[in-house]
């Protein structure tokens, strides 16, 4: 009842705040700095729940970058990023009227990003585990969840991949599409709200990239809030509730895939899909 203007999940900043009325993620006038070099110059992006966003930008635009800040993996030098109404790395507490941020305690940090399953480029499997030791590794080691139960799990998802018959195999015995379908369960192993997606078939042969995006479809279908960096604009058109164009550390563009696809506004946004359609 009181502060009716801010929504109790930001208010409270517990667990059980019902968080359904905010966006899945809030970036606001991010900064991103190594050394001298500035990255990313003020970003805002909104992603909501159960929605699919994709980045598109030409190399070294800070795509990358941005979803790292997602995720922790980079400490950001300005702005803030909340994912679930929650801050990622930064505790705020307000004296006098201004606000101050705290670092977070790195296992504060930790079990944040638990909550978020990325995958990238490369496969990143562990070689010398098989396609299901690879699943069953977080929940086991990270969640202490019992071996039987990740097992279960795991054959779950493997097959929701559509690797069944592979679950044996170690990743040097399987193809790369296989391979990224291995890194996709994996991520969903630990159950997460969020999952981020790093250029992930820029690396396959063009024959197997078909097989990856039907697994981010059928994942996108089933209601998972996904932020995607990726140039396959089929994909994007098809699955993206939002589109976004980055050049140079600032967002240029976004909205629709059929107004940022199919009628950009901005020169830069014209010029980069000339060369990637
Ligand atoms: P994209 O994913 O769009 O290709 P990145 O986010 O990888 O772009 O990189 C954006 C810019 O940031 C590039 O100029 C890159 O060289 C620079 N950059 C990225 N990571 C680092 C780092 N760890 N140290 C210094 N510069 C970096
Ligand atoms: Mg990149």
Do not use: W
């Not at 990358?64 to 679930?84: K, P």
């Not at 139960?149 to 679950?167: H, I, M, P």
């Amino acid at each position: 009842p009181t502060d009716p203007g801010i929504p109790d999940a930001q208010k409270s900043g517990s667990v059980q705040a019902d968080r359904s009325g905010t966006p899945m993620v809030e970036v606001r006038e991010l900064h991103k700095e190594f050394g001298h070099v500035h990255v990313l110059k003020g970003v805002d992006l909104e992603v909501e729940r159960g929605s699919v966003c994709v980045i598109l930008g030409p190399s070294g635009s800070g795509k990358s970058t941005l979803l790292r800040c997602m995720n922790e993996l980079e400490e950001i030098t300005g702005g803030s990023v909340l994912v679930d109404g929650e801050l990622m790395g930064f505790r705020e507490t307000t004296d006098k009227g201004s606000t101050r941020l705290h670092r977070l305690h790195p296992r504060v940090i930790a079990k944040q990003r638990s909550r978020i399953g990325m995958v990238f480029q490369r496969f990143n499997l562990f070689p010398h585990m098989t396609a299901l030791e690879n699943v069953m590794e977080a929940p086991v080691q990270v969640r202490g969840d019992a071996k039987s139960k990740a097992r279960a799990r795991a054959l779950e998802l493997l097959e929701r991949v559509g690797l069944s018959d592979r679950v044996d195999h170690y990743p040097a015995q399987l193809s790369g599409g296989q391979q990224q379908r291995v890194a996709i369960a994996r991520a969903l192993a630990m159950d997460p709200e969020l999952m981020l997606f790093d250029e992930p078939t820029s690396a396959l042969d063009p024959e197997l990239v078909g097989e990856v995006l039907a697994v981010m479809q059928d994942l996108a279908r089933s209601g998972m809030t996904m932020v995607v960096v990726s140039h396959e604009i089929g994909f994007a058109r098809e699955v993206a509730d939002k589109v976004v164009f980055m050049d140079d550390g600032v967002i240029v563009e976004e909205g629709p895939p059929s107004e940022v696809i199919d009628a950009p506004r901005e020169a830069r946004t014209k010029d980069f899909l000339s060369h990637v359609l």
